[in-house]
């Protein structure tokens, strides 16, 4: 069978990956898609450096366009990245009828409906099992080995950086720029790191989740993102004292009213595998009706881990590629005509528990003056802790983890709590999910 034929934009981190395993694995990968597949050109801004590692083998170019207009090419790969070059040449090599592979989340989780859109009209695929969670097949999973399930939740750490960021500053103590610098120097970080930092990978990421799990459009502009650069040291241990790990968690949920769609720093019980996840790797818990909790962990960034991902795409594209448009796989999972309006809610009608850290006066009557607010504000408590104030100090600190709530309950007692005369500045708000 004729070997199919591959453009490959950008060949930073992701690209060079992507060569070299489909260059070292080349057998065994036409073995499985029954037929060759080859990279016959590279575009990149950087000429002298693709072609030193490219070699000879194919045609180097510093212009995107002359890849995705190119009569031969039957794939167009895009690892550039960002929203502007990228989803130009994206869409230009669907309407040259060329299917695309991309890891590019920020592209579709911002531009996903346009762009699969125009793929649909010109029936051709556009394959992004690298844009979640790295090398762990999770698009695959939510897309066709759960689809016989009425997806409940979904909660992952997807983002490499802050898990890496997060797990140096635990165990060994490092302070946070040094480990930022450290993730972008093993290629873990987004070329602009705030979004990994301030949460916004990870939501581009739980977008596209939220997407293929129950059927809705991608909606990046409605998910609530916060990341970890407010996180305190002092959360982290007591978390842990309370049998708590912190982890930046993207969570998608379908509630009776609508999608929960947020990202955030979040206490999840020790005991749980997730909560032992550490460095770079992510790992995802899908809940869903029939089968109940899966867990799916791996490499969620790198070089050769993200290769992975995009080269399975590819191979599947080789052998979808003659098949009648409606007998491929959806974009969205679902059909286009069968998309879902659950709206997304907002932050203050989402139900979840809650960690509040209070500073407080250490005098008598400020813990009963506390719980009395949230038993005014139906607001039960699950497990409290006052720490004893350090020698000659008159200021400690209490710590609260509640049951179930909606976040507009717990804003309001907050405002209440911090009016006390004996609660010293800001409450600390965590949200705490048990994940069960
Ligand atoms: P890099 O910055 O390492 O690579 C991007 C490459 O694209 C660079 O070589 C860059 O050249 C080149 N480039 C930039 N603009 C153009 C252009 N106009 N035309 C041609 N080439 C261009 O990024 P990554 O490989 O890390 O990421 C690529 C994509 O993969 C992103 O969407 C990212 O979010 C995603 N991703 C990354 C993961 C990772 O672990 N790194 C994991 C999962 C997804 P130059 O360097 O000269 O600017
Ligand atoms: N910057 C991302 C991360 C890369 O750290 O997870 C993988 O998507």
Redesign the pocket.
């Known amino acids: 069978m004729k070997s199919i034929k591959v453009g490959l ?9 992507t060569f070299n395993v489909l260059k070292r694995n080349q057998e065994e990968i036409a073995r499985r898609a029954g037929r060759a597949i080859e990279i016959v050109m590279v ?4 000429e002298e ?2 072609r030193q590692l490219v070699g000879e083998q194919c045609e180097v170019v ?3 366009n002359l890849v995705v207009n190119h009569p031969d090419v039957d794939i167009v790969i ?5 929203y ?3 989803k130009d ?1 994206v869409l230009k090599a669907i309407a040259n009828g060329k299917h695309v592979v ?6 579709l989780a911002t531009h996903g409906d346009e762009i699969f859109k125009a793929a649909q009209a010109k029936g051709v695929m556009v394959a992004y099992e ?5 090398g762990i097949p999770i698009i695959k999973a939510l897309r066709e080995g759960l689809t016989a399930n009425r997806i409940e939740w979904i909660a992952g750490i997807i983002n ?1 950086t802050t898990n890496f960021i997060l797990s140096e500053m635990r165990d060994k103590g490092s302070d946070f720029d040094t480990v930022l610098k450290e993730a972008q120097r093993l ?5 602009d790191p705030t ?1 990994d930092i301030e949460g916004v ?1 990870a939501a ?1 990421k739980a977008t596209l989740m939220s997407a293929i799990a129950f059927g809705i459009p991608v909606q990046f502009e409605k998910a609530h993102i916060e990341g970890i650069t407010k996180l305190e040291a002092v959360d982290i241990r007591y978390a842990e004292q309370l049998g708590y790990r912190i982890k930046l968690l993207g969570i998608a949920k379908r509630t009776e009213q609508g999608i929960e769609l947020r990202v955030h720093p979040t206490l999840i019980p020790s005991k749980r595998l997730i909560a032992n996840v550490e460095g ?1 790797m992510n790992a995802v818990v899908v809940q869903g009706d029939a089968v109940g909790p899966t867990l799916y962990y791996g490499k ?4 050769e ?2 290769a992975s ?1 995009v080269i399975a795409d590819l191979v599947d594209i080789a052998r979808l590629a003659d098949a009648q448009p409606e007998h491929r796989v959806p974009h969205l999972a679902f059909q286009p005509h069968s998309m879902s309006d659950l709206p997304i809610l907002p932050i203050a009608e989402v139900t979840t528990s809650y960690y509040l850290r209070l500073h407080v006066a250490d005098k008598l009557g400020v813990l009963a003056n506390v719980t009395s607010i949230l038993a005014e504000s139906t607001i039960s408590v699950d497990a409290m802790m006052q720490k004893e104030p350090a020698l000659g100090e008159t200021q400690t600190d209490i710590i609260i983890l509640t049951h179930q709530t909606q976040e507009k309950n717990v804003e309001a007692a907050i405002k209440k709590i911090e009016a006390l005369p004996t609660v010293l500045g800001k409450v600390t708000k965590l949200r705490l999910e048990h994940l069960s």
């Open positions: 934009l950008g060949i930073g981190t992701v690209g060079a990956g575009a990149d801004l950087n450096r693709a510093s212009d995107g895009e690892l550039i990245g960002g502007g070059v990228a040449l991309t890891a590019n989340k920020a592209l690298a844009a979640v969670a790295g490499g290629g873990y970080a987004e070329a979004f990978d581009h770079a969620g960034a790198g070089s881990p993200t991902a």
